[in-house]
């Protein structure tokens, strides 16, 4: 049976708790948003932390919050998701990038020092990506060096960590995402971690202003979230799903919208924004009470996938013995890239690429970084969700194999 590259899970109880909402009028309001914000700090280990719209929007109100002068330089990783930058470029900051490293796939720390060598930069972004944390002591140390603010980017971890320190911790700011495909989903929205109290306070206050939502925005989001985990249903996905993209895999055209995760259209806070409801939080706090379990079993997978191919895949991996990762993804990086994932759903392995991109390509005048070049040209993201079984890993990596073997070539080993 064909495998798909993700597995979309329609939280539990969702029509019925909006249907009881809707007929006891807590739908938007409660004191669910509180309690969910109090599970974090316990979660993640941080003094405040604050419900948000989105990811985005976290992000948004985190660099409003700032108050640095226009013009200010903040740095980003150049290997990321594209709209980090562009949300720092349109408040008027100045963006400076630091390579990635290729085994972590996050900001090399010593690329960020020489970055703080060249200029005067009063923040970093730094993120944590496929569940994997960057190297966040070291890069925690040259930015405290240097008297710089530091924002992570946990869009994709929840309870990665390291040295028993939590990814969204270590910094003046974390900021989490609650979409549909994250670890925590609650159709939309996110969190944010503070170590300042004032400052939580003040960004609590700009997230109470966005206006409120409605049974349009709900009825949407509740139809989105049931079709997307419909379509990535195993049953579904190999009668209908498969067969439309093995169609499409035989089109010349290299800009692939269902095989790549990140579409130029998406640079928009449209639908990002308004007040996050409590209806959300009543299914952020069913699925943080039991997320563990699920990490357990995709840790599983993860490395269950990557032990059998270690020695012919080079895959992106955590750094150092202490470090926790959750592995959203399982990431691999292919010379032939393009090429592997056409032969894997040839084979019955649906994958994803250009999730993230080499941010800097995208702006003119910023320099060139081969890692983050490199990364976005080869990586390739292999199912490892923890509904597959320990059969259905085992039958991957075999895929995999076979797949190499018609390319005949390895990517590397880690």
């Known amino acids: 049976m064909p495998i798909a590259r993700q597995r979309i899970v329609l939280p539990k109880s969702s029509w019925r708790l909006a249907l009881t909402g809707l007929a006891s009028g807590d739908l938007w309001e409660g004191d669910a948003v509180e309690r969910l914000e109090n599970a974090f700090i316990a979660a993640i280990g941080v003094p405040a932390a604050v419900a948000v719209p989105s990811a985005r929007a976290g992000l948004s109100f985190i660099l409003e919050s700032l108050n640095l002068e226009p013009g200010a330089e903040i740095i980003c990783s150049a290997f990321g998701y594209p709209v980090v930058p562009h949300l720092v470029a349109t408040k008027g900051y100045t ?5 990635c490293e290729l085994e972590t796939l996050g900001m090399d720390p010593e690329a960020l020092a020489r970055a703080f060598e060249q200029g005067n930069p009063r923040a970093v972004i730094v993120t944590h ?53 994250k670890m925590i989903n609650t159709m939309g929205g996110g969190m944010l971690t503070v170590r300042d109290l004032e400052m939580a306070g003040k960004i609590r206050e700009r997230a109470r202003q966005e206006p409120q939502r409605d049974l349009g925005w709900l009825a949407k989001r509740l139809g989105k979230t049931t079709f997307e985990a419909t379509v990535t249903q195993p049953l579904v996905f190999g009668a209908s799903v498969y067969p439309a993209l093995r169609l499409a895999s035989r089109s010349t055209d290299e800009d692939d919208r269902f095989a790549s995760g990140y579409q130029a259209d998406e640079i928009s806070m449209k639908g990002r924004m308004g007040r996050y409801t409590n209806y959300q939080a009543q299914l952020g706090l069913q699925q943080i009470e039991a997320i563990e379990s699920l990490i357990e079993r995709r840790v599983a997978n993860a490395e269950r996938l990557i032990g059998q191919l270690r020695d012919r895949v080079h895959f992106q991996q955590p750094v150092g013995a202490d470090t ?7 990431t691999a990086l292919f010379p032939r890239m393009p090429e592997m994932a056409r032969q894997l759903l040839q084979r019955g392995v649906d994958t994803k690429h250009q999730y993230m991109r080499d941010c800097a390509a995208l702006l003119e005048g910023v320099g060139e970084f081969p890692n983050a070049a490199r990364a976005e040209r080869e990586a390739l993201h292999l199912p490892a ?18 797949a190499l073997d018609a390319l005949g070539t390895d990517s590397g080993a880690s």
């Open 95 to 99: 963006l400076r990038f630091a390579d």
């Open 129 to 181: 990506l496929y569940g994997i944390p960057a190297r966040i002591r070291e890069i925690a140390e040259v930015v405290k060096a240097h008297d710089a603010y530091l924002i992570e980017d946990c869009a994709h971890c929840f309870s990665a960590a390291v040295g028993g320190q939590k990814a969204g911790s270590f910094g003046d700011f974390g900021y989490f995402s609650f979409e549909t495909s």
């Open 324 to 330: 926790r990762a959750d592995y959203m993804l399982v």
């Open 385 to 402: 969700y923890p509904q597959l079984t320990t059969a259905q890993i085992d039958s991957i990596a075999e895929r995999v194999k076979d």
